[in-house]
């Protein structure tokens, strides 16, 4: 099964991953790859974290970590440490490739304001280098948070509506090369630029619940839509590749290694976690 077309046509790997039978995945919050060639499946199950090999889908292992309570999104960074938001812990936990918690953001089971403060089951994390952090905060907040590089708060921006610089659960935040921070306010059925003060820029949309973000090279951007669908867009918002995923029932999480690969999960429905190899 093909998708895509030109420069952006990918094809299902059937049969991957390779699940043990005694494996059971709670809903997959998110993915990402590490340079090793490791796929972390981040999800709502008896286990945080699941890990497969990128080629041939074998399973690696589980991290067993009670600190992590709900699975929302993942984050790889040039160092390969995992940028974990957990949505219910109020806090993204800072690891590395084998499972070790080398740090963590926010005030862990404490949750915060409705109308501001940070973290009220947050949803992703941006980072921005020495421009700091940037959160989306989230399911019980409906504001941005930008943390300078200490994790300190900076400035916090949004609130709840339909309107430009307000949203309807930000569920996803990014930052460009161009020094702007991308906002998939999902419910709106929309993507929010702003500068880095928080200023509204523009708005995108034409999309089916957008719900994450992955990168390839400094000019396009890979938008998971929660409607079934994938969008490629470039940095202008034009629409540059669209395709429907492979029998899509709530695609959350999306990831691209640095063969050019995707790698997709799913909450609701049957975990589903599939990759689609470019070709």
Not at 24 to 36: F, P, Y
Not at 165 to 178: A, E, I, K, Q, S
Not at 187 to 197: I, K, P
Not at 232 to 238: H, Q, T
Request: hydrophobic share 35%; net charge negative.
């Amino acid at each position: 099964m093909k998708f895509g077309s030109g420069d952006h046509r990918f094809e299902l790997v059937e049969g991957w991953p390779q699940r043990p039978d005694d494996l059971q995945l709670g809903w997959i919050g998110g993915i990402g790859v590490t340079s090793s060639g490791r796929v972390y499946v981040y999800n709502r199950g008896d286990f945080p974290m699941a890990v497969f090999d990128a080629e041939s889908g074998a399973f690696i292992e589980t991290w067993d970590e009670p600190r992590m309570v709900h699975a929302h999104a993942v984050w790889v960074d040039d160092d390969d440490r995992l940028w974990l938001t957990d949505q219910k812990a109020h806090v993204i936990w800072i690891c590395d490739e084998k499972g070790n918690i080398l740090d963590h953001i926010g005030n862990e089971g404490q949750k915060g304001a409705v109308d501001g403060a940070p973290f009220n089951e947050p949803t992703d994390i941006a980072l921005a280098g020495d421009v700091g952090f940037f959160v989306s905060d989230g399911y019980g907040n409906s504001h941005i948070h930008h943390l300078a590089p200490d994790y300190s708060l900076v400035k916090t921006w949004g609130g709840r509506g339909d309107g430009p610089g307000v949203f309807n659960l930000p569920h996803c935040v990014h930052y460009d090369t161009r020094g702007r921070v991308w906002v998939a306010d999902r419910e709106n059925n929309r993507v929010q630029l702003f500068d880095t003060e928080g200023n509204f820029l523009e708005s995108w949309t034409d999309l089916l619940r957008p719900a994450d973000f992955v990168t390839e090279g400094d000019d396009l951007v890979y938008v998971c839509e929660l409607g079934g669908r994938l969008s490629v867009m470039d940095l202008d918002g034009g629409i540059v590749e669209r395709f429907n995923l492979p029998d899509p029932r709530a695609p959350h999480g999306i990831w691209l290694d640095a063969g050019g690969n995707l790698y997709v999960c799913e909450v609701q429905a049957d975990n589903k976690l599939y990759k689609l190899a470019r070709c």
